[in-house]
């Protein structure tokens, strides 16, 4: 078997390692290297290495190869050209609009459903810059393409799976609208992983990810990544060299080893969450729950069509009562902990009124579908009938 063939699981496993690869011995757990700075056997390799001509490295801010194992890992996972890791997901989002070349003048496409710092980021910073934010419900075909015909935006961005309603976008009607209208595509993959979809496969531009979340998957360090087309390489780098948001050595070798048991962690979470949807579903002590692959949620038919058997890992409830029925509801939770981030080996809740929509205006959040009784669970690796009993107790 070439090693182009290798299935996704043996690529978590195996990518990367061969940027740290040393002869004759090769240690199985790769190796760290905290260096700020390399010595260069002789100037002109020094620069040659600083030009570019030659790969190698100078400078922890221009390239580690702790940190490029993980970047180069995450490119062959999701079949791009390019990986370029960053020290948060933010940092990736905002290298990814970078990398799009915006500018003053020109437009960009947002999903409505956006990860709420993203839309925070285009509405803060990057109309600073004289790009101005269209927004549009990437659900709806038809509102996509009625914004691309009239703002004829330079590059639109959006999750394949909304957060908190977790509503599925029909990605390859959308890069088919994008390439119609030529806008470039950029995918937010953090929910979803390669492992339910590879944007670029499907002809994004770009896909970034908060490897914070599932990649790292134990909710002990921070870091982002942008992977692509080789024709973004030069501004990838140069952002990174001149902003200066590089991922640190450490955080990079945790994150290239979460990738080792993402499909072990991730298959597993989303087995849980399909369980305890369904347990909580049959209760009947709840206004809604969402779960993509749920019949009664709006786009389970995309879900089903994109995702097979993977609904992803994250479970939202209606809980009756407004604030304060959700404050109670948190407060009688024993097992399930109250923290704002997903893809942990514990099962989490987060109250998006008070912490990732907090930015938004009840208008903005009545758009989208959050209610003063949306919340989200991001399900861990404990027993799922554990979970969905400390959610019934809590709703007493
Ligand atoms: C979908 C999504 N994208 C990006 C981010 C930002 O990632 P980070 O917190 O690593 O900066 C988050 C954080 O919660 C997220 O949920």
Redesign the pocket.
Known sequence: MTQSRWSLETLLVHAGNDIVKTEPYFATSPAIYPSTSFQVSSPELLDQVMEGSVPGFSYARHGNPTVQAFAHAMARLEEAEVGVATA??????DMALYAACLQPGDRLLLSQD??G??LNLASTIWTQYGIRSVVADFTDLTQVEDALRINHPKAMFF?MIS?PLLKVVDMSSIVELAESYGCQVIV?N??TTPLMVQPGVLGADLV??????YLGGHGDA???VVVGKSVYSERLHQYLKLRGAVLGPFEAWLLHRGLKTLAVRFERQCANALDIAESLAASERFERIYYPLLPDHPTHLTARRYFGTMGGAVVTLEIPGGKDGVYQFIKNLHLVGSA???GDVYTLCLYPLIA?HRNQTPEERRTMGITEGTVRIAVGLEDPQDVAHDILQAMK
């Open positions: 948060s997901g933010m940092a990736a989002i956006l990860y710092a993203s999750e957060n937010d953090t929910f970034v990810h908060s490897a914070t979340k921070m870091g982002g704002t981030t997903v990732s």
